[in-house]
């Protein structure tokens, strides 16, 4: 292993172990904040329906996009980070072994040129929160 991998694999590792603490933190944080409330009732009641409402809401932005530009900056910013969190696995990835690709999919044109889009869509998507807080 070269002096730069090893040095790239040690910042790598320590910035991950600091993070990954940040973000325990804030999870054991969250936690004890839902903990506190009342239990709700007949929350467990029709798990499918609320399933299925929970999946729409979230990955279809149904609410957001009520409101046309905030709601389109939104999307665009949210399915941006979500295809772009290929690019953290193939980044992680790259400390350990300079040839990393994901499995399948890694050299793949199509993901590259999806994940290319959606760097532009979040571009753009951060563009217009930017607009609208001017």
Same mark, same amino acid.
């Given at each position: 292993?070269?002096?730069?991998?090893?040095?790239?694999? #040690? #910042?790598?590792?320590?910035?991950?172990?600091?993070?990954?603490?940040?973000?325990?933190?804030?999870?054991?944080?969250?936690?004890?904040?839902?903990?506190?409330?009342?239990?709700?009732?007949?929350?467990?009641?029709?798990?499918?329906?609320?399933?299925?409402?929970? #999946?729409?809401?979230?990955?279809?932005?149904?609410?957001?996009?009520?409101?046309?530009?905030?709601?389109?900056?939104?999307?665009?910013?949210?399915?941006?980070?979500?295809?772009?969190?290929?690019?953290?696995?193939?980044?992680?990835?790259?400390?350990?072994?300079?040839?990393?690709?994901?499995?399948?999919?890694?050299?793949?044109?199509?993901?590259?040129?999806?994940?290319?889009?959606?760097?532009?869509?979040?571009?753009?998507?951060?563009?217009?929160?930017?607009?609208?807080?001017?």
């Amino acid at each position: 292993m070269s002096d730069s991998m090893t040095l790239r694999l #040690v #910042v790598g590792l320590a910035i991950t172990v600091v993070l990954s603490a940040l973000a325990l933190k804030r999870l054991w944080f969250l936690y004890q904040l839902v903990r506190s409330g009342e239990p709700a009732v007949d929350r467990t009641a029709q798990k499918r329906v609320r399933a299925k409402a929970e #999946v729409t809401e979230v990955f279809g932005q149904k609410k957001l996009l009520a409101w046309t530009v905030p709601g389109i900056a939104h999307v665009l910013a949210f399915w941006g980070f979500i295809v772009l969190s290929l690019t953290i696995v193939e980044a992680f990835g790259a400390l350990f072994d300079s040839e990393f690709a994901i499995p399948v999919i890694g050299r793949s044109p199509i993901v590259g040129f999806a994940e290319d889009l959606f760097t532009i869509f979040v571009f753009i998507g951060i563009a217009m929160f930017a607009a609208i807080r001017l």
